[in-house]
């Protein structure tokens, strides 16, 4: 089993960044890729960007040109630096990792909310 533990989320103003990051422990060795999801109260959740263990990363249209993922293998920590935040940002965003088996492990979420 994989344990992921998120933090870094706030309140942050139109135009601001922010950087999360996610702590994999467990059976990381299982691991194909990470990512990070968000969901907004009453919508479904989405996946904002993801990395496969060969370096291929994926991102949302919605955030694409703003929003960067990476990784410290080493240290097993996920990373999302968020800038140009905007008011459609704000969500509990989820730090997601995907397993060689097809299974996927969230973590509790942090929330993110872009106001002025």
């Known amino acids: 089993q994989v344990r992921l533990m998120e933090s870094g989320g706030g309140q942050v103003q139109p135009g601001g960044s922010l950087r999360l990051s996610c702590a994999a422990s467990?059976?990381?060795?299982?691991?194909?890729?990470v990512g990070w999801d968000r969901q907004t109260s009453g919508k479904q959740r989405e996946v904002v960007a993801t990395r496969s263990n060969d370096g291929t990363v994926v991102y949302a249209d919605s955030v694409k040109g703003r929003f960067t993922i990476s990784m410290d293998s080493a240290q097993k920590v996920v990373y999302l630096e968020m800038n140009n935040l905007k008011p459609e940002d704000t969500a509990v965003y989820y730090c997601?990792?995907?397993?060689?088996?097809?299974?996927?492990?969230w973590g509790q979420g942090t929330q993110v909310t872009v106001s002025s």
């Open positions: 467990g059976s990381t060795v299982s691991i194909a890729a």
């Open positions: 997601a990792a995907y397993t060689h088996s097809k299974n996927k492990y």
